[in-house]
Every structure is written in structure tokens, then in C-alpha cells.
């Protein structure tokens, strides 16, 4: 009966989280990027990610976008100073 009614309540928990992240794309990248982190820092873990799931957390576009920017701003004060 324990064990029954505490599988309910994580079934209910993943189907709240399933609809958070259904409305959040965003949430769900980060929280796969997280457990990714989470299984590599905790020992000598190898994880195989398929291509896809690489490509759809965008790991380099955000930083080559901050590099842009960084870039963008230096130009601009050039111009401007």
C-alpha cells in the first residue's frame, strides 16, 4: 500500500514536470545540460549524446553570441571614444 501510493505521487510529480517543461523548452535544455553535468562530475562517467541532443542545447551559440557582443561593445566605444 506504501510503495503503491508513493508511485502515484512521483507519477503525479513527473506529469507536473512534463507540463512545466512542455511550456518551457528552455527549462527542459537546462535541465538535461544539468543531469548531463551531474553524471559527468561525479566520477570518470563516459555519457554518449546523440548529435541531436547536443545540437539542441546549443552549448557554443551562446557563447560565441556573448563574443559578438563583447566584440559589438569594444567597436562601439572605438567609434564613440
Known amino acids: 500500500m506504501i510503495l503503491g501510493d508513493s508511485e502515484r505521487q512521483v507519477a503525479e510529480k ?3 514536470a512534463a507540463q512545466t517543461y512542455t511550456n518551457n523548452p528552455t527549462a527542459l535544455h537546462l535541465r538535461a545540460m544539468n ?3 551531474e553524471g559527468l562530475k561525479s566520477n570518470a562517467t563516459i555519457v554518449n549524446v546523440p548529435g541531436k541532443g547536443v545540437e539542441t542545447m546549443q552549448l557554443g551559440r551562446a557563447q560565441t553570441k556573448r563574443r ?3 566584440s559589438e ?3 562601439d ?3 564613440t571614444g
Do not use: I, P, S, T
Open 73 to 75: 561593445k569594444k567597436n
Open 35 to 37: 543531469m548531463l553535468y
Open 68 to 70: 559578438k557582443a563583447r
Open 14 to 16: 513527473f506529469g507536473e
Open 77 to 79: 566605444f572605438h567609434e
